[in-house]
């Protein structure tokens, strides 16, 4: 491993899945009361939806995300494990 | 004295060392007869508004969000003024106190709209957290810090090092800044642990050692130099296990470091604990690693002291004021891997010499780190400002 974790990012240089974790954070998808679908997941991050797809399944494999089928569309949002990660970024 | 705290962490919101610096400050000065009024960002599963030991926590509502982090902290700064504006009518507030750049805007509004003092806490500085500044919102998080240093009518930081450092980085006038150390709450730490149940639960057998790193997953917490150092801390002790405890946006490189350094199976990465969880680890710990690159003040080594856990510590920031060196713990060279487990080495080797590091380090701890001389400590700063 070199140095490249040694400072903080820009959020174009961060890897699409954590980008994608605090996008979801700072667009308020904390709770289930909250979450989104993916089509509006797609249009804050301009993510297509295979990509978000993809990355979703990660996060919630990770235990980041969660998802819940509401009206038979997919929803998503962060777990608190998945917010704490987002606000360590600035902490 | 009426306190109005502004702070984006607060219990449950745990993400670093501000929401308990700010539950033990807050909790102290209710105790001392003071009243403070706290307002904080929600969190899931949190209500809006709770009396905790006294203390009056309101949680604000982010209703709108946006990608960008710097437009979601302003939007969140909106909805805390808010909710702080439905409290003012009824409460005439006689300090102001903002912990950290991310409720200034909030604080500053407030300041200006009661005409009263406000006091901020500098728990750390951006170019400290990111090892520079290298990126627009880290100049703008600087700018934002310079800002509300500005504003302040007093400065606390929690170090002589994080003293210096904001002087000399914002050319704050030395005397605009008080010294102010954390604390833990001893008695917590005091507990009766099951040492041999918790550590079977981590995997840790009979007569293995059990190493401990226990921090935010981010790059100042120079965990990264910890995982480079278990290679040799293995060969020495091949029956060593070695747990990291934390969560962070650098998990996923670091759990990449944990398997090219080829003791993989020994490193465990727990995630997020809670308190109690942490305790249990800690009194259950043959030695705890502190391997920071930047920290402020580095409440995790006291609360290792208070547990009575060996520790190594780089000798950076806050660290430095907290430990003596091979009197209270041993300190290590920051970004050092072979001196991190020249420590580990030192605890293990030494039994005796450990255990008689750990009751020094308690007895210290007992005298110079409490809540109670920190609440005294900051109404002495309140009274300089309120006049």
């Known amino acids: 491993m070199g140095e490249s974790n040694s400072f903080r990012s820009q959020p174009d240089e961060q890897p699409n899945q954590l980008r994608l974790l605090i996008m979801l954070h700072n667009i308020g998808a904390t709770e289930s009361s909250k979450s989104l679908t993916i089509q509006q997941i797609s249009e804050w991050t301009r993510m297509e939806a295979p990509e978000l797809q993809t990355h979703l399944k990660k996060l919630i494999e990770q235990g980041y995300a969660q998802s819940f089928r509401s009206d038979e569309t997919d929803k998503y949002h962060l777990t608190v494990d998945g917010i704490r990660k987002v606000l360590s970024l600035y902490s | ?387």
């Open chain 2, 1 to 387: 004295m009426k306190v109005g705290t502004l702070t984006w962490e607060f219990p449950p919101r745990v993400v670093g060392g501000i929401a308990r610096h700010c539950e033990g400050l807050a909790k102290a000065l209710v105790q001392q007869n003071h009243e403070v009024h706290l307002f904080t960002l929600d969190f899931p599963g949190s209500p809006n508004y709770e009396e905790m030991d006294g203390v009056k926590v309101y949680r604000a509502s982010t209703e709108l969000g946006h990608p960008n982090f710097l437009t979601w902290v302003l939007m969140f700064n909106h909805f805390l003024t808010k909710r702080m504006a439905d409290v003012v009518h009824s409460v005439d507030f006689d300090v102001m106190h903002v912990h950290d750049w991310l409720a200034a805007f909030s604080g500053i509004s407030f300041k200006h709209y009661l005409k009263k003092p406000m006091v901020l806490t500098v728990h750390s500085t951006e170019v400290g957290r990111a090892q520079g500044l290298h990126s627009p919102d880290s100049f703008s998080i600087n700018g934002i810090e310079w800002w509300a240093m500005y504003e302040a009518d007093r400065v606390i930081v929690c170090s002589q090092s994080m003293k210096n450092e904001i002087c000399d980085h914002f050319n704050l006038p030395w005397e605009k800044v008080d010294v102010i150390p954390n604390a833990i709450d001893a008695a917590k730490y005091q507990t009766s642990v099951d040492r041999g149940a918790v550590r079977q639960r981590y995997g840790v057998g009979w007569g293995e050692k059990l190493i401990l790193c226990v921090g935010r997953l981010v790059p100042q917490k120079g965990i990264e130099y910890f995982i480079r150092a278990i290679p040799s801390i293995a060969k020495r002790y091949p029956e060593a296990k070695f747990v990291i405890v934390g969560e962070g946006w650098s998990r996923d490189i670091l759990e990449a470091e944990a398997r090219a350094s080829g003791q993989n199976r020994k490193i465990q990465f727990t995630g997020f604990a809670s308190d109690q969880e942490v305790i249990n680890l800690m009194s259950s710990a043959d030695v705890l690693v502190v391997p920071s690159v930047y920290e402020p003040f580095g409440i995790v080594a006291l609360e290792g002291m208070a547990t009575g856990v060996p520790v190594v510590a780089s000798k950076v920031g806050g660290l430095s004021e907290v430990i003596e060196h091979d009197r209270t713990g041993f300190f290590v060279f920051p970004k050092n891997p072979e001196s991190i487990a020249w420590g580990v080495d030192r605890v293990l080797s030494d039994p005796d010499h450990a255990k008689w590091l750990t009751e020094n380090a308690k007895d210290k701890l007992h005298k110079a780190y409490s809540w109670e001389a920190v609440a005294m400590k900051t109404v002495e700063v309140y009274r300089k400002v309120v006049g």
